[in-house]
């Protein structure tokens, strides 16, 4: 797999703040690169210095496919999905895809934009009557209007209910079957799991872990929960094995769920209401760095 972009030693330095303490990563030419960590562990300065946004102190952001440094020549070939976008008042969706196309040398067909984007439901409606999940789409069309090879997504989903959530995942698969490189940064986990080939967790500044979901899950965790109710398992059986009692359920941490539940099975415990999780990166998130994502 070909690298897209190269960050190398890359840091950034505010007067008192160091926002970028010398980080390294390679992202992969068609994946879905993920860049989490809380409230201002670095992501957005990262990803605007990797834009040609903002100059970093030190270090470099290299294109591969254009063999050279990043300046803001690149916005020309690169998509951004921006956390906050202003929208002209008073223009459709359709009037503000064609002011948008204006701004651009090559775009992509408008028909086919509509279609990736699922906007032909509004295409006349007023930008200000737009729900959350119809702006996002028109803003991802936005992002996409030049028919970039490497598109920025920053926190794309913030703000949207479950199901625009869901429907919006689905359009980044789309996007991402089409070959394209998607640089996404985002605070939810579940929507890293769903999109992300490739994670950098940051916090103050640094990369603190790095690898694909399912490496980093399997590197800190070999063990499954098992939950049941409470008044189901007998307290001399909890005891004896050391669950764990929280909020009225049993909490089983297990590498071996056949076993466990052959051993509730002797032992005569009804298995209503029993549920098994795996660990995800929400619980990787807070084994790291002793505190919650969107603490
Ligand atoms: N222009 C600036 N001047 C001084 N400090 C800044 C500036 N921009 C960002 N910082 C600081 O740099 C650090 C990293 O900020 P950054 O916005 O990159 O974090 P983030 O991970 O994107 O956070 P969020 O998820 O809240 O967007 C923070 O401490 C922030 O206050």
Same mark, same amino acid.
């Given at each position: 797999?070909?690298?897209?972009?190269?960050?190398?030693?890359?840091?950034?330095?505010?007067?008192? #703040?160091?926002?970028v303490?010398?980080?390294?990563?390679?992202? +992969?030419?068609?994946?879905?690169?993920?860049?989490?960590?809380?409230n201002?562990?670095?992501?957005?300065?990262t990803?605007?210095?990797?834009?040609?946004?903002?100059?970093?102190? @030190?270090g470099?952001? #290299?294109? &591969?496919?254009?063999?050279k440094e990043v300046?803001?020549?690149?916005?020309?070939?690169?998509?951004?999905?921006? &956390?906050h976008?202003?929208?002209q008042?008073f223009?459709? #969706? +359709?009037?503000?895809?064609?002011?948008?196309?204006?701004?651009?040398?090559?775009?992509?067909p408008? +028909?086919q934009?509509?279609e990736l984007?699922d906007?032909?439901?509004?295409?006349?409606?007023?930008?200000?009557l737009?729900?959350?999940?119809?702006?996002?789409?028109l803003?991802?069309?936005?992002?996409?209007?030049?028919?970039?090879?490497?598109?920025?997504l920053?926190?794309?989903?913030?703000?949207?209910?479950?199901?625009?959530r869901?429907?919006?995942?689905?359009?980044?698969?789309?996007?991402?079957g089409?070959?394209?490189?998607?640089?996404?940064?985002?605070?939810y986990?579940?929507?890293?799991?769903q999109?992300?080939?490739?994670?950098v967790?940051?916090?103050?500044?640094?990369i603190?872990?790095?690898?694909?979901p399912?490496?980093?899950?399997?590197?800190?965790?070999?063990n499954?929960?098992?939950?049941?109710?409470?008044?189901? #398992?007998?307290l001399?059986?909890?005891e004896?094995? &050391?669950?764990v009692?929280?909020?009225?359920?049993?909490?089983?941490?297990?590498?071996?769920?056949?076993?466990?539940?052959?051993?509730?099975?002797?032992?005569k415990?009804?298995?209503?209401?029993?549920?098994?999780k795996?660990?995800?990166?929400?619980?990787?998130?807070?084994?790291?760095?002793?505190? @919650?994502?969107?603490?």
């Amino acid at each position: 797999m070909s690298v897209a972009i190269c960050v190398q030693a890359l840091t950034k330095q505010y007067k008192d #703040v160091t926002a970028v303490n010398n980080i390294s990563f390679d992202v +992969k030419q068609g994946h879905c690169f993920g860049l989490l960590g809380p409230n201002g562990a670095g992501k957005t300065t990262t990803i605007e210095i990797m834009e040609g946004i903002i100059k970093a102190s @030190s270090g470099s952001v #290299v294109y &591969q496919h254009h063999d050279k440094e990043v300046d803001h020549n690149i916005s020309q070939q690169i998509g951004i999905q921006f &956390q906050h976008t202003a929208l002209q008042d008073f223009l459709t #969706v +359709k009037e503000t895809l064609n002011l948008f196309a204006s701004f651009y040398q090559d775009t992509l067909p408008q +028909k086919q934009l509509i279609e990736l984007c699922d906007l032909s439901g509004f295409l006349d409606r007023d930008n200000r009557l737009l729900s959350g999940g119809q702006r996002q789409r028109l803003l991802l069309a936005l992002a996409l209007i030049n028919d970039p090879e490497i598109i920025f997504l920053d926190e794309p989903t913030t703000g949207l209910d479950p199901h625009a959530r869901r429907n919006f995942w689905q359009l980044i698969k789309n996007i991402k079957g089409q070959n394209k490189t998607i640089i996404l940064t985002t605070h939810y986990m579940d929507e890293a799991e769903q999109l992300c080939d490739d994670i950098v967790i940051m916090d103050q500044g640094s990369i603190i872990e790095t690898g694909t979901p399912h490496q980093l899950l399997s590197k800190h965790f070999q063990n499954v929960f098992i939950y049941l109710p409470e008044q189901q #398992v007998p307290l001399k059986l909890i005891e004896e094995n &050391q669950w764990v009692i929280l909020s009225g359920r049993v909490e089983i941490t297990t590498n071996n769920v056949e076993k466990t539940l052959a051993l509730l099975m002797e032992h005569k415990v009804s298995l209503d209401g029993l549920h098994v999780k795996s660990a995800n990166l929400d619980d990787l998130f807070l084994h790291l760095t002793g505190h @919650s994502l969107r603490e």
